[in-house]
């Protein structure tokens, strides 16, 4: 058993041995420092407690130690510890990963440079900041002036800053976003010296990394897709929900936003009723009472210290992070929440800052530092308020979900708000006997919105009458926590689809509709997310749809035999006439003109298709010139073609394919396209096909989607959505893949290759005078052509010598061609804003 054993264990040690070579020779630099962290950790003996006494003062960072130290220097060793081993090993973590990556991709010699640069400009800077803050008599300098700092962290975030000079829109604006939303968090609620070097050293990074790589080759705020966008803002509404959570974590927190954040905390916990007594008699209300009166009060507030206290502090953030979380699948109803709660933490923070300030009920003193209490007052408003805007702003990127569901969560809301509201006053008021001390109904009448705020935000001095117990004192605790938690369930219940639990039921039906086969190429697109499904009474049958301004745009033809197609294409529009809808059928096969033309419907050509048939494929011949040469050359250059789906990637590729996507979009500066053009999201079907063009280093250069057409459960052909290069990928890389792509169909024996068709484009002029709506249509794809380049992208696979069909649409009155015009462009554009309708037009002129 051993000796078979023990070449298994020899080969697996030499396993582990290469790839840590590998990993050390592929990040020397990240590697010794990493390893210099845990030697001196050991050396000094601070590996298990944290640097003694002794040692934080001679290399920690700070002005008392600054001021005391004979050589300055020594200062710069405040990166080199950590405080105890719990940040030894994140700090050991942060630089292998932070620092790793810099040196994969600026080289060992500019990372290190930027580690040094930026610990040295971080401790520097934070120092005389803190310097000057304390000459000035700032209350935050005079108050950490005595702490010796250790900071790890911030020459690994420096670094890491410092790539985001070298990397593209995508990546920067990521790093650089969530790096700094981070690091606010951070000095904003925790406050300590250790947050402003790591914020100092991450701005000086990306200042060294504007000198090293030079500035970008474009400058402002590039476009995103919806994709994008909804993890950004997802990222930051949870930054800004566990900034008062870090408070609440931290050990003395001493940041701007601090009290802010201790706001959500239980302010009456460890409080005795003597102490409570004590500070009772200072407040407004108790002073009209007597002394027995008085800590009678304050031993029921003593007593309020319990579980639905807490639940009413923390709620509303628990509420933000699972809105941020819904917010990264688009969901409307949680950014409808998001907006609501931090428009009311900016009034909680109004209330807490000014209105009770100015009616005498704080439990501070903020004409003690006037200036402070404005700046902070201006800041604990700013961030949930400046949250709630863009958020509003950004509202166009988050419409999964919008509709009758989102105005079902609001009355829900809304409604239970009243209904508990209510049911307080009426119990309040018929136990009005139990408050300590009585109460009287305008008394009774202001305490009731208080009942659904943190108690923070009211503070001891605000607190008014305090029922003894009995069924009043169970309203007066729950009634908060009882709303908030419906607001909860509410949100989760509204933002989680069918699809996010189960299989969903009508999707279901529609795939397998889909498997058994549908005329036409574009079949599978039924499946996409935005589309609405109606089914015929059996259930045999359905039809894809989206409806805009009044109009059923249908996602190419229904989903039945040929057989039936005029029994459904009747029945659906009777359906639409009965709903006050328009049926439009888009994207049909020119072939079924005959059918419409016998219903009495308009039909016009809306683009070509291009099919070729992989049995016939050959590259034969002086026209297949470009093709084979990109054939050719990427041989030459080792790239090769991969066929695979996208849960099969592996994560450093589907990563890549994020960042093409994202790059070609920013590029465009044009909101994303949709209805019959699919982006990252529809790739993700697990019957969706890619082919891929890498490199020998498993660099992407070009990425293509591929939609399956089923014919009784099997795949006969292929239609080409998804289609995406590297911007610095060779030349004919796509070329490449697309053959690629049919050589790869010919043995599998498929039926045919669709090349998809360009949105409103068109090989030649149509037959005889235009129509109005022709001209109409023709007009949208001038338009939109220099932006998008529908026939640019024509041309470009007339290369592949396919057949062209015909795509028309039909629908059944004349009349409504404004309408469907209209439709038309806000299908394709849902996003577009005026500023964007202005740079379109200026595309033309």
């Keep these: 058993m051993t000796a078979v054993d023990a070449p298994g264990a020899r080969g697996r040690l030499g396993v582990v041995v290469r790839s840590t070579v590998a990993f050390v020779r592929a990040q020397p630099v990240s590697v010794v420092l990493a390893a210099l962290l845990v030697v001196l950790a050991v050396v000094s003996g601070s590996l298990v407690h944290g640097p003694g006494e002794r040692l934080r003062e001679a290399v920690g960072a700070g002005l008392d130690p600054f001021d005391d130290r004979g050589f300055w220097p020594l200062t710069l060793g405040s990166v080199l510890f950590a405080s105890g081993p719990r940040e030894l090993v994140l700090a050991v973590v942060a630089v292998l990963v932070l620092v790793g990556v810099a040196e994969r991709r600026i080289g060992s010699r500019r990372a290190l440079a930027a580690y040094v640069v930026t610990a040295v400009a971080a401790t520097g800077v934070g120092v005389a900041v803190q310097a000057v803050g304390r000459a000035v008599g700032q209350p935050w300098a005079l108050e950490v002036a005595a702490e010796s700092t250790l900071h790890p962290f911030t020459p690994a975030l420096g670094t890491i800053m410092t790539v985001s000079g070298f990397v593209g829109p995508l990546w920067r604006r990521r790093i650089r976003l969530l790096g700094f939303s981070a690091l606010l968090a951070f000095v904003l609620y925790d406050g300590h010296p250790s947050g402003l070097y790591a914020l100092v050293g991450a701005v000086v990074g990306v200042g060294f990394g504007r000198v090293l790589a030079g500035p970008p080759a474009r400058r402002g705020w590039l476009r995103s897709s919806h994709h994008e966008v909804r993890r950004l803002a997802s990222t930051v509404v949870a930054v800004t929900a566990a900034g008062p959570i870090l408070t609440l974590l931290a050990h003395s927190p001493v940041g701007p936003l601090s009290p802010f954040g201790l706001l959500f905390g239980d302010v009456l916990s460890g409080r005795s009723s003597a102490d409570l007594c004590a500070m009772a008699v200072r407040t407004p209300l108790d002073r009209q009472l007597e002394r027995a009166d008085v800590c009678a009060r304050a031993a029921v507030l003593g007593s309020i210290d319990a579980v639905p206290t807490v639940a009413l502090s923390l709620l509303p953030l628990v509420v933000l992070l699972v809105a941020a979380w819904f917010l990264r699948r688009g969901r409307r109803v949680a950014l409808d929440v998001a907006v609501a709660v931090n428009g009311l933490l900016a009034l909680f923070a109004v209330l807490y800052y000014v209105v009770m300030p100015a009616t005498g009920t704080s439990d501070g003193d903020p004409r003690r530092h006037l200036v402070a209490h404005v700046l902070l007052t201006v800041v604990a408003v700013a961030v949930p308020a400046g949250t709630a805007v863009s958020l509003f702003v950004l509202r166009h990127h988050f419409g999964v979900g919008a509709g009758v569901r989102r105005r079902l969560v609001a009355t829900v809301v809304l409604g239970s708000g009243a209904v508990l509201a209510a049911a307080f006053a009426v119990v309040g008021w018929v136990g009005r006997a139990s408050f300590v001390p009585s109460i009287d109904a305008a008394a009774l009448a202001a305490d009731v919105p208080e009942r659904f705020v943190p108690v923070g935000f009211v503070g001891l001095a605000g607190l008014g009458p305090v029922p003894v117990g009995g069924v009043v004192r169970v309203a007066f605790e729950w009634t908060g926590p009882l709303w908030w938690l419906v607001v909860l369930v509410a949100l989760v219940a509204g933002a989680v689809r069918p699809g996010d639990l189960r299989p969903d039921a009508e999707r279901a039906r529609v795939r397998e509709l889909v498997h058994r086969g549908a005329p036409g190429t574009l079949s599978h697109m039924a499946l996409w997310s935005g589309n609405s499904w109606w089914f015929t009474a059996d259930g045999r049958s359905a039809v894809a749809y989206r409806v805009v301004s009044g109009i059923a745009l249908t996602t190419a033809e229904p989903l039945c035999p040929p057989e039936r197609l005029r029994d459904v294409t009747l029945e659906f529009a009777r359906w639409c006439d009965d709903q006050g809808l328009t049926p439009v059928f888009y994207s049909v096969r020119g072939e079924l003109s005959p059918f419409f033309a016998d219903l009495g419907w308009t039909t016009l050509p809306v683009g070509e298709e291009t099919v070729l048939h992989p049995a016939t494929f050959s590259m034969t011949g002086k026209k297949w010139q470009d093709v084979r040469s990109s054939l050719n050359r990427a041989t030459k250059n080792g790239v090769r073609a991969e066929w695979t789906r996208h849960a099969d990637l592996r994560p450093a590729v589907a990563r890549q394919i994020t960042e093409i996507s994202e790059l070609w979009v920013a590029e465009k500066n044009l909101p994303e396209m949709g209805f019959t053009l699919g982006g990252l999201d529809e790739l993700r079907d697990p019957d969706v096909a890619l082919m891929l063009a890498l490199d020998d280093d498993d660099t992407v250069l070009a990425v293509t989607s591929w939609l399956p057409t089923w014919r009784d459960g099997e795949v006969v052909g292929w239609t ?121 037009v200026r595309t033309v002129v």
């Design 720 to 840: 080409l959505d998804f289609m995406r290069r590297r911007p610095d990928s060779m030349n004919g890389v796509m070329e490449f893949v697309i053959a690629s792509s049919a050589l790869a169909m010919k043995e599998q024996g498929v039926e045919f290759l669709s090349l998809s068709a360009a949105p409103l484009a068109t090989t030649g002029p149509a037959d005889g005078p235009a129509t109005q709506t022709e001209r109409v249509l023709t007009f949208l794809g001038r338009v939109l052509e220099p932006a998008y380049g529908f026939q640019t992208l024509l041309t470009f696979k007339k290369k592949f010598q396919p057949e062209f069909v015909p795509l028309v649409m039909a629908f059944p009155d004349p009349v409504q061609l404004p309408a469907i015009g209209t439709a038309l462009g806000r299908a394709y554009l849902p996003d577009l804003s005026v500023g964007a309708v202005v740079r379109l």
